[in-house]
């Protein structure tokens, strides 16, 4: 069965006899790692055992990357093993990661062409007492490179007849990685994400080191970290590291007043308020655009499209959108000052208008009827788009949510000429 430990960041593992020394040289290197010193021991342990997989998952942001590389730092250090450690951020061929496989763990300039020539090179260069581990963070994008790397790489103890450890390090659980292939059980370690205090805690470390000259008292430190970075920041599901980062600029601010005293934490929170409604707004926007970005084309240029047609009038559609000039003259409006059009705020819209605007905007101008609504169903369940018809027998009229400033990010990201097609701009 697959062994599976699910850890706490304290927890603990019980020391091998006879080997004191490399022990408390090991917990001595983790407790560096601020609320990860006992996760880095757990995998230590058990590399030391030699199983041929390890598999450790989390969710994103709980430190990953570098309990691996703290873990490979300890076992450089302690042991004799040979290790790769591996980033498939930046591998997008086959070819590049034979090569880092081969140049961290064999110290060989020899590139094989494929999997079976890495074998034979094990064989050949490592000895058989050695025993070797291969780190490999994002594991889940080794099945894009080949389909069968991933199940030849936790089988390379099997095929190369060696002491070889493969440690896949991924957000996603181990079911899905393999995809039914055989493969041996492996170990499973699950990182859990940061709690409340440990998250005050590494935000008080960093405050700490960045400002260890100005002597401030622990209080003050654990008021600002507590109360005016995670209490703000934390119900817009920002990460770990954007409050680190905003801890840091935004401290200085904290005790920029001439009282710097746990009696006076309620002036000086008074004080940074401005800079923290500021700095809120910013990330706000910062990760609603990111999340746009993930978007596909099609869904992002409709977004696009949505705006223009819930802000510019439909009678002007021909004029901004059809590829023809139109022979229609121009009649002069005699009425009186034109409010603008967004300041009336965004007007409904039908998919066939939609999709006339998505034609003039883009150059080949075709997109399937049945992509149109999935991308438009999609925007409407991210609060994108709004149905405005609840009636199933009358055409479907949507409007479009996002600002302007929303919209002119997505339409340069997408290759669209926004200001030309937008009225009155």
């Given at each position: 069965?697959?062994?599976?430990?699910?850890?706490?960041?304290?927890?603990?593992?019980?020391?091998?006899?006879?080997?004191?020394?490399?022990?408390?040289?090991?917990?001595?290197?983790?407790?560096?790692?601020?609320?990860?010193?006992?996760?880095?021991?757990?995998?230590?342990?058990?590399?030391?055992?030699?199983?041929?997989?390890?598999?450790?998952?989390?969710?994103?942001?709980?430190?990953?990357?570098?309990?691996?590389?703290?873990?490979?730092?300890?076992?450089?250090?302690?042991?004799?093993?040979?290790?790769?450690?591996?980033?498939?951020?930046?591998?997008?061929?086959?070819?590049?990661?034979?090569?880092?496989?081969?140049?961290?763990?064999?110290?060989?300039?020899?590139?094989?062409?494929?999997?079976?020539?890495?074998?034979?090179?094990?064989?050949?260069?490592?000895?058989?007492?050695?025993?070797?581990?291969?780190?490999?963070?994002?594991?889940?994008?080794?099945?894009?490179?080949?389909?069968?790397?991933?199940?030849?790489?936790?089988?390379?103890?099997?095929?190369?007849?060696?002491?070889?450890?493969?440690?896949?390090?991924?957000?996603?659980?181990?079911?899905?990685?393999?995809?039914?292939?055989?493969?041996?059980?492996?170990?499973?370690?699950?990182?859990?994400?940061?709690?409340?205090?440990?998250?005050?805690?590494?935000?008080?470390?960093?405050?700490?080191?960045?400002?260890?000259?100005?002597?401030?008292?622990?209080?003050?430190?654990?008021?600002?970290?507590?109360?005016?970075?995670?209490?703000?920041?934390?119900?817009?599901s920002v990460s770990l590291r954007e409050m680190i980062k905003a801890?840091?600029?935004?401290?200085?601010?904290?005790?920029?007043?001439?009282?710097?005293?746990?009696?006076?934490?309620?002036?000086?929170?008074?004080?940074?308020?401005?800079?923290?409604?500021?700095?809120?707004?910013?990330?706000?926007?910062?990760?609603?655009?990111?999340?746009?970005?993930?978007?596909?084309?099609?869904?992002?240029?409709?977004?696009?499209?949505?705006?223009?047609?819930?802000?510019?009038?439909?009678?002007?559609?021909?004029?901004?959108?059809?590829?023809a000039k139109s022979s229609k003259r121009k009649v002069k409006s005699?009425?009186?000052?034109?409010?603008?059009?967004?300041?009336?705020?965004?007007?409904?819209?039908?998919?066939?208008?939609?999709?006339?605007?998505?034609?003039?905007?883009?150059?080949?101008?075709?997109?399937?009827?049945?992509?149109?609504?999935?991308?438009?169903?999609?925007?409407?369940?991210?609060?994108?788009?709004?149905?405005?018809?609840?009636?199933?027998?009358?055409?479907?009229?949507?409007?479009?949510?996002?600002?302007?400033?929303?919209?002119?990010?997505?339409?340069?990201?997408?290759?669209?000429?926004?200001?030309?097609?937008?009225?009155?701009?």
């Amino acid at each position: 069965m697959t062994q599976r430990r699910h850890l706490s960041s304290e927890g603990s593992c019980t020391a091998k006899k006879g080997k004191p020394n490399t022990r408390n040289c090991s917990e001595k290197e983790s407790e560096q790692v601020c609320c990860r010193s006992g996760v880095i021991n757990e995998i230590v342990a058990i590399l030391k055992l030699k199983p041929p997989v390890l598999h450790i998952t989390g969710p994103m942001g709980v430190g990953k990357s570098l309990i691996v590389s703290k873990s490979a730092e300890i076992l450089r250090e302690t042991t004799n093993m040979r290790l790769a450690v591996i980033d498939m951020e930046g591998i997008v061929k086959v070819h590049n990661f034979y090569h880092e496989l081969v140049s961290q763990l064999l110290q060989n300039d020899s590139i094989p062409d494929n999997m079976a020539s890495f074998v034979r090179l094990l064989v050949n260069l490592i000895p058989s007492t050695c025993h070797c581990i291969i780190f490999v963070k994002g594991a889940h994008k080794l099945n894009e490179l080949n389909s069968a790397l991933f199940a030849t790489l936790c089988k390379l103890n099997e095929l190369s007849n060696k002491k070889i450890t493969t440690v896949t390090v991924s957000t996603c659980p181990w079911d899905i990685l393999h995809l039914n292939i055989p493969l041996l059980k492996p170990m499973i370690i699950t990182v859990p994400s940061y709690t409340r205090n440990e998250m005050i805690q590494i935000l008080k470390q960093n405050i700490v080191e960045q400002f260890e000259t100005l002597n401030i008292a622990d209080g003050i430190i654990d008021s600002f970290c507590s109360t005016c970075i995670y209490d703000t920041f934390i119900p817009y599901s920002v990460s770990l590291r954007e409050m680190i980062k905003a801890a840091v600029e935004l401290f200085p601010e904290y005790i920029k007043g001439g009282d710097i005293s746990e009696k006076n934490v309620i002036e000086m929170y008074q004080n940074i308020q401005p800079a923290l409604k500021e700095r809120s707004s910013q990330l706000c926007s910062v990760i609603q655009n990111k999340s746009l970005l993930d978007l596909p084309y099609n869904s992002r240029v409709l977004l696009v499209c949505g705006y223009l047609a819930s802000h510019n009038p439909a009678r002007l559609d021909r004029r901004f959108f059809c590829k023809a000039k139109s022979s229609k003259r121009k009649v002069k409006s005699r009425g009186g000052p034109a409010l603008h059009e967004i300041l009336k705020g965004p007007k409904t819209f039908t998919v066939e208008r939609l999709i006339a605007i998505f034609s003039g905007v883009t150059q080949d101008g075709t997109i399937p009827c049945a992509d149109v609504m999935s991308s438009i169903s999609t925007l409407v369940s991210r609060g994108l788009m709004v149905r405005m018809s609840l009636d199933l027998l009358e055409q479907p009229k949507y409007k479009c949510l996002i600002n302007k400033d929303t919209a002119k990010t997505l339409s340069k990201e997408s290759g669209v000429d926004f200001e030309s097609y937008l009225f009155n701009h």
